[in-house]
């Protein structure tokens, strides 16, 4: 059976984390969605809010479930026994921090392979922090995220 992880900071989900998500789901016996805390990010919803959000995107996808840590992806895909960290990529700016990131995962667990599945040409534009910026300016989102998660989205940023 193959595990994979799928990480991210997931603050809010879009559908280009949708889109790697249904594709790994397809890859793997059993994908994990994992909300990491990223030290070089603030976050704007909370980890119970992002892990809440994804359960009810991915509802629909059986093999896959969602958790949340606040420590090492790699040592977290070591503790699962995952074969796999999937990394997706938007633009090539993506990959030179992914693959420097992919490298010291390696050292950390070296029984971890580090995929990257590309964004398609639809969502390779669409950011978290795009979002939040379009949400707040009055913007709709509804072409960037998930509608099981559009609502509570689009409520938690214009009521601040």
């Known amino acids: 059976m193959k595990t994979a992880v799928y990480p991210g900071s997931f603050d809010p989900v879009t559908n280009g984390h949708m889109e790697i998500i249904r594709r790994a789901a397809a890859l793997f016996d059993r994908l994990v969605v994992l909300v990491a805390v990223n030290a070089l990010k603030a976050g704007y919803f909370t980890m119970e809010e ?7 995107c991915t509802a629909a996808l059986p093999n896959v479930t969602v958790d949340y840590t606040e420590g090492l992806v790699a040592h977290y895909a070591r ?11 938007r633009a090539l ?3 030179d921090f992914e693959f420097q990131q992919s490298l010291a995962n390696t050292q950390l667990n070296p ?3 580090t995929i990257f599945l590309p964004a398609s040409s639809t969502g390779m534009y669409v950011s978290s ?5 379009v949400c707040a300016l009055g913007g709709d989102i509804g072409a960037f ?3 099981e998660a559009l609502a509570f989205i689009e409520n938690k ?3 601040k």
């Open 145 to 147: 995220v998930p509608g």
């Open 79 to 89: 503790d699962i026994a995952a074969d796999v960290i999937v990394k997706g990529l």
């Open 50 to 56: 992002r892990v809440a959000l994804l359960e009810r």
């Open 157 to 159: 940023i214009r009521s």
């Open 111 to 113: 029984n971890a392979e």
């Open 93 to 95: 700016s993506d990959f």
């Open 129 to 133: 922090g795009m979002v939040k910026q």
